[in-house]
C-alpha cells in the first residue's frame, strides 16, 4: 500500500510554544545533556523493540543488532544521531513530537517561577528530554519508520523552533529513528568527533546497547598516500547494563547518570541500593530515592513503579506490582530470571514470585531510608520534606512493616514549637513522663491552628509533649497507628481528658471540685445549646480559654470529618461534647448573668468561639457577628 505523501503544517499549541521558548533560550544551564537525552530516547525505543520482538521476532530480522550511531559534520554543522529501535508511525509523530509533556504541560506552565535555575529543575519531572535539541540546534529533522510497517510509510518531521512543525511521509528504508540537529552558530563546538565522544562516556557508558561513532582514522605515514578505507563504526560506551555489573565496580557518578536515565530528572538522586539476590529467588534491584517529587506524587492513579527487565530483556515501564503505594516515589529497575518472558500485568498479579520479590523489596526500600536517617539527618530531612506524607499512607496498607515504618516518621511537636516536621516518634518515647500511658497528638488544618489550640494548655502547663498533626492524611494515620513501641495514640480533643499517671492527687481533687461546683452552670448551659451539642460538661483542661469543643470516643475527628465532606461523602451527623472552663472570668460572668437571653446569647458566643479555635467554620457566621456586636454595644452602654 502507498501512503499519499502529503506534507501537514501543524502549529505547537500556545503551552508548548511556551515552553519551548523557555527551553531554546538557555533554559538548561549545561548545554551537552542533550546528548544525554537523545541517547536516553534511543536506548528506549531499543528496548521497545527488544519486548515487542518476543511475540513478532520477524520485527528484529531484518537488523537484528540493535545499535545507537552518532555521526557530524563540521561543515554543514550538523550533529545526526540514528537509531535502529522501534521507530514511529505517523500519527506517532504528531503524538510524541507535535505534544509537549503530554502528562500535562498546563500544571508545568503554573509550576515556573521565572527563576531559570529553578525552572531548569522542573523540566525533567515532565518528559520533554526531547526538545533539549533546540538548546544547540535551530532546526531540528526527523525521519522515522515503526517496525513493521513498509519502507513507503516513513516519516519526516521538521521543525525550526517556536513557530510550527511540518510532518510528511517519505521512503525510509530501514525501521527506527534518525534525528538531524542543525547547530546553531554557538553550539558548532559539538560538530566535534572529540567532543561527542567525552559526552557519550561521561553520560551514557551505562547504555546497555552500543554507542557508536566513525573510528577516527590514524593519519598517513610522511611520504605514503593514504587508502580509501570504507568507514568503520566502533562502540563508545561500555554497553553492558549497568545493574549487571558487581556494586564495587560501579562508579557512583555512573549510578546518578543511570538514574537520570530511567527517570529523565535532572537532579542527583538521595540514595540508593543495589544488589543481587540468589536463591529461591533469582533477581537483581537497583532503586533510587529521587531527590524532587514528580509533580503527580498525589495522584494515587499515576504511573509509577520500576523498569522491569526479564533476563536483561526490557518488558515494561511502570510495573508497579513490586512496590506498595505508599512507596511510589521510589525509582529503579528489577531484573528477574523467575519471570516468564511472556510476563503481562495480568501474569504479574497471580505471579507468586511477584508477592516475595515485592514484600523483599520494600523492606529493602525502608532500611535504605532506615539508613539514610542514621547516616545523614540533613538528607533524611529533605526526603521526608518532600515525601512524608506519601510514607505516612504506609501504617494503613502495610501492616506487616507498621512498626518499621513508623520509625521513620517525622512530626512537628509542642517539644519545638517549629513547622518543621523534625521529630521521630522514639524521640518522643524518649522524652515521655514518669506515669505518662499515651502518645497525645493534636489534629488541625494548619500549623497555626494547632500550635495555639486550647486542647494543648494544661500539657503545656504539665510540661507534657504533644505532636502537632497538620497534614492532610494525619488523621487517617492515626487512625491506623493506634500505638507505637506499647504506647496507644491519643487525640487531645477526643473523650475525656485522661492525663493517666501524670495527673496528681491535687489535680484530681480538683477536677472533681470543679465538677461538683459548676452542676448548675452546666446544666443552665445545656439547656441553651440542647440542639447543638451531645453533652456539656466542667473542665480542668483548659488555663487560658473558656471553652472548647471535644469530639466523642467514638466519633470521626473533625479534620477527617471535613476531608471526606470535601469529596463528597454523607456523613451522619455528629455533635460535639462543649467543655467550660470554671475557673476563667468569661465564665464566672457568665454564672452570674441573670437575664436569660443574655444568657443564651453569651452562651452561643462561647461556643462559636470554641468552634473557630478548633478550626471549624461556622453554620452561621452573620448570627455570631450579631450577637457579638450587640455584646459590644452594651459593653460600651
Known amino acids: 500500500m502507498t501512503v499519499e505523501a502529503h506534507k501537514e503544517s501543524h502549529g505547537f499549541q500556545t503551552e508548548a510554544k511556551q515552553l519551548l521558548h523557555l527551553m531554546i533560550h538557555s533554559l538548561y544551564s549545561n548545554q551537552e545533556i542533550f546528548l544525554r537525552e ?48 522501534i521507530g514511529m508511525s505517523r500519527d506517532e509523530v504528531i503524538e510524541n513530537l507535535g505534544t509537549i509533556a503530554r502528562s500535562g504541560t498546563s500544571a508545568f506552565m503554573q509550576n515556573l517561577t ?45 521543525c525550526s523552533g517556536e513557530a510550527e512543525y511540518s510532518v510528511e511521509n517519505v ?20 560538530a566535534d568527533g572529540w567532543r561527542l565522544r567525552s559526552i557519550i562516556k561521561k553520560y551514557s557508558d551505562h547504555i546497555a546497547i552500543p554507542v557508536e561513532m566513525l573510528k577516527e582514522a590514524a593519519p598517513a605515514a610522511e611520504g605514503e598516500e593514504k587508502a580509501e578505507e570504507a568507514p568503520e563504526f566502533e562502540a563508545v560506551n561500555a554497553a553492558q547494563a549497568l545493574w549487571t555489573r558487581p556494586r564495587g565496580e ?25 544488589n543481587k539476590v540468589e536463591g529461591k529467588q533469582d533477581y537483581t534491584s537497583l532503586l533510587y530515592i529521587p ?16 523498569k522491569l527487565y526479564v533476563q536483561r530483556t526490557f518488558i515494561m515501564d511502570d510495573a508497579e506490582q513490586f512496590l506498595p503505594l505508599y512507596l511510589r516515589f521510589v525509582k529503579g ?48 530531612q529533605t526526603f521526608w520534606d518532600l515525601f512524608g506524607n506519601v510514607l505516612k499512607e ?121 465538677e461538683k461546683e459548676s452542676g448548675a452552670l452546666v446544666e443552665r448551659v ?32 473533625p479534620q477527617m470529618r471535613r476531608i471526606l465532606e470535601q469529596a463528597g461523602q454523607a456523613l451522619p451527623e455528629a455533635k460535639p461534647i462543649f467543655e467550660l472552663n470554671p475557673n476563667h472570668p468569661l465564665v464566672q460572668r457568665l454564672d452570674q448573668e441573670q437575664d436569660e437571653d443574655r444568657f443564651a446569647d453569651l452562651t452561643n458566643i462561647l461556643m462559636d468561639q470554641a468552634n473557630l479555635a478548633a478550626g471549624n467554620q461556622l453554620a452561621d457566621p452573620a448570627d455570631y457577628v450579631r450577637r457579638l456586636n450587640t455584646l459590644l454595644l452594651e459593653l460600651n452602654g
Open 38 to 85: 537523545l541517547v536516553s530516547n534511543a536506548s528506549d525505543a531499543a528496548d521497545k523493540l527488544r519486548f515487542e520482538a518476543l511475540s513478532k521476532p520477524e520485527l528484529l530480522e531484518e537488523d537484528p543488532e540493535l545499535r545507537i550511531r552518532i555521526e557530524f559534520d563540521k561543515d554543514e554543522g550538523t550533529v545526526t544521531l540514528t537509531d535502529n529501535g
Open 114 to 158: 521565572g527563576d531559570q535555575k529553578k525552572d531548569a529543575h522542573l523540566i525533567g519531572q515532565f518528559g520533554v528530554g526531547f526538545y533539549s535539541a533546540f538548546i544547540v540546534a535551530d532546526k531540528v529533522d526527523v525521519f522515522t519508520r515503526r517496525a513493521g510497517l513498509d519502507a513507503d510509510q516513513g516519516v519526516h518531521w521538521e
Open 171 to 190: 521512503d525510509w528504508p530501514h525501521r527506527g529513528t534518525r534525528v538531524v540537529l542543525h547547530l546553531k552558530d554557538d553550539a558548532k563546538e559539538y
Open 250 to 274: 560501579v562508579k557512583s557518578e555512573e549510578y546518578k547518570e543511570f538514574y537520570k536515565h530511567i527517570s529523565h530528572d535532572f537532579d542527583d538522586p538521595l540514595t540508593w541500593s543495589h
Open 291 to 306: 531527590a524532587r517529587a514528580p509533580f503527580d506524587l498525589y495522584q494515587r492513579d499515576a504511573a509509577r513503579g520500576l
Open 333 to 380: 529497575v528489577l531484573d528477574s530470571n523467575d519471570l516468564p518472558l511472556n510476563v503481562s500485568r495480568e501474569i504479574l498479579q497471580k505471579d507468586r514470585n511477584t508477592d516475595a520479590i515485592k514484600s523483599a523489596l520494600t523492606k529493602r526500600v525502608l532500611d535504605m531510608l532506615e539508613k539514610l536517617a542514621k547516616k545523614d539527618a540533613d538528607q533524611y
Open 394 to 514: 504506609g501504617p494503613a496498607e502495610d501492616f506487616s512493616n507498621k512498626e518499621k515504618i513508623a520509625k521513620l516518621l517525622r512530626f512537628s511537636t509542642t517539644h519545638t514549637d517549629a513547622p518543621k516536621q523534625d521529630q521521630s516518634l522514639q524521640d518522643y518515647v524518649g522524652r515521655m513522663q514518669d506515669g505518662q500511658k499515651y502518645i497525645y497528638y493534636v489534629a488541625a488544618d494548619n500549623f497555626a491552628t494547632a500550635k495555639s489550640s486550647p486542647y494543648l494548655e494544661v500539657f503545656r502547663k504539665k510540661g507534657i509533649e504533644v505532636l502537632l498533626l497538620t497534614d492532610q492524611v494525619d488523621e487517617w494515620f492515626a487512625g491506623h497507628m493506634h500505638e507505637f513501641d506499647g504506647k496507644p495514640l491519643q487525640d487531645v480533643a477526643k473523650g475525656a481528658l485522661d492525663l493517666g499517671e501524670a495527673e496528681t492527687e491535687e489535680d484530681k481533687a480538683e477536677r472533681e471540685q470543679v
Open 526 to 557: 445545656k439547656e441553651v445549646l440542647e440542639s447543638r451539642v451531645e453533652e456539656v460538661r466542667a473542665t480542668t483542661r483548659l488555663v487560658d480559654s473558656p471553652a472548647c469543643l471535644v469530639v466523642s470516643e467514638q466519633d470521626m475527628g
